[in-house]
């Protein structure tokens, strides 16, 4: 695609659900990167995928938290049992390549609500 | 854990002024380095690399000093839609990427 696209772009839980969180990033881009951002805060890194392969997943915030990337593509993130504290807008970036010469494209993210 | 540092701001400017913030970082492996813009409620955009011999796009002018690790941006002629959140960027010489400082805040007054 044009862009990287997200979805949904808001989504309401309640506390204890699970959410899936899709991540399509822009075509031939093989890396991928997840972030969050809480009201008020920088980006929080959460995972980077080169391919389908997830080299760094140290940011995620606990074993709640899990990604995964099929054909070099799609990415899904998914939170299990949601608190409060995971509120936040969670994007999504793109490269070309690992080596962030050009930067990323972000996503508009989704604005996740747990109430 | 390596950082990116900047003043959160908020910066107050008049319009037409000129203005310049900087960041510092910490990783002195770092080798690319970038300023992002992030409107209110909005995702971050790439506003411009930043190179070692400093460079120009525009009104906005970015420079590196790899010495004393801090890298900044100078606005001239700021403009009302200049308002946001200015984000600086270095790489993190790792499997994480870029490294994001948590943003300056500009606000151009009338």
């Known amino acids: 695609g044009a862009g990287v696209s997200q979805s949904p772009s808001n989504k309401v839980t309640e506390k204890g659900k699970d959410v899936e969180l899709r991540c399509d990033p822009i075509s031939g881009h093989t890396a991928l990167y997840w972030y969050r951002q809480s009201l008020g805060q920088g980006l929080e890194f959460l995972i980077y995928f080169q391919g389908n392969s997830a080299p760094d997943k140290s940011g995620l915030p606990s074993d709640r938290f899990s990604a995964e990337r099929t054909g070099g593509s799609v990415s899904t993130l998914t939170i299990q049992r949601t608190q409060q504290e995971d509120s936040a807008v969670y994007l999504c970036?793109?490269?070309?390549?690992?080596?962030?010469?050009?930067?990323?494209?972000f996503g508009s993210g989704t604005r996740l609500t747990v109430v | 854990r390596k950082e990116v540092e900047q003043d959160p701001g908020p910066f107050n400017v008049p319009e037409g002024a000129t203005v310049a913030f900087n960041c510092t970082y910490s990783n002195s492996a770092s080798q690319s380095f970038f300023w992002y813009r992030q409107d209110c409620r909005k995702e971050p955009k790439l506003l411009m690399s930043v190179y070692s011999s400093g460079n120009e796009d525009g009104r906005f002018t970015a420079q590196l000093n790899r010495a004393s690790q801090y890298i900044s941006l100078l606005i001239r002629d700021s403009k009302l839609s200049d308002s946001a959140t200015y984000l600086c960027?270095?790489?993190?010489?790792?499997?994480?990427?870029?490294?994001f400082g948590k943003g300056t805040h500009l606000i151009i007054q009338p």
């Open positions: 960027v270095a790489s993190g010489g790792g499997a994480d990427g870029l490294t």
């Open positions: 970036a793109s490269s070309l390549e690992a080596g962030q010469a050009r930067g990323y494209t």
